[in-house]
């Protein structure tokens, strides 16, 4: 049976799960580094803080916040904007069992909802949510613009999307055969069908065809790929996948962080923080 790109991404990252969803408090974004961070955490936390940076406390509200992961950030968004409630989706089942057991000894289960869920295939009614938050999700969504179109569905009038994004700019990653092959390797290896491939200034084309107004939109590319590349090719974090995906994956997810800081200064690569309003009826 011929696996699907959903399944190709669950089977990628269900790997090691119980291992994994322990270490580094169970993040997973790249995070967000400068001079000062030399820790994993500190750069995760960063880069939410920066996501939120405009956001004051709800007290009321719905989030629906995509590609949750283990629900690590998931709590943090909780903690900074206080909704009513945030549901937490992700392709991987593994992740969503791990997150609902960890929200318990939390004691936020009647805060924030789990669910397994594909992001294209939103399942709720539309204007349901105040928030739409996605964090470096997209870019291994099939497509991008499928699930921009049902976040512009199920937002409430004057809704936000709040969005972190691993930008693959498709004139730049084609510009000649060594970039071509380049790129077509990164996006094999790290589920991005070619449907994503977009500048900066084409995503927010994108958007706003779709009916979103920009607030902003930022390039934030230095301050991702270059401090997250340089963290895992520290021995101790090569070690570390290795324990925790095998020798084989492990050296691999090493080498693509290698690459990922490689394609950077290659310009082939950037990262994107956004913020969006749905326009008013």
Sequence with gaps: MKHTHENNVEKF?????DIRGLQEEG????????????????????????ILKYEKPLNSGTVLNVACGYGSETVEIYKK???EKIIAIDITDSHIQFAKHQISSLNLSDKIDFEKMDACKLNFPAESFDYVIGIEGPAHFNTREIFLRKAYEMLKPKGVLLLSDIIVDNIVAGKNLYN????????????MPKANWMSI?????LLNKIGFDIDFSESAGKY???????????????KNAIRTRGIRIGLALSFISWLLGYVHRRKMIDYVILRAIKKAA
């Design 81 to 83: 904007i206080h909704p």
């Design 224 to 238: 991702v790929y270059p401090g997250f590349s340089q963290y895992n090719l520290k021995m101790k974090s090569i």
């Design 180 to 191: 071509r092959i380049i790129a077509k390797f990164c996006a094999k290896h790290w589920y």
């Design 27 to 50: 993040y997973l974004s790249f995070g967000y580094w400068t001079d000062e961070i030399t820790e994993y955490s500190q750069a995760v936390k960063t880069l939410i803080n920066r």
């Design 201 to 205: 200034k084409e995503m927010n084309n």
């Design 13 to 17: 990252y269900s790997l090691s799960t």
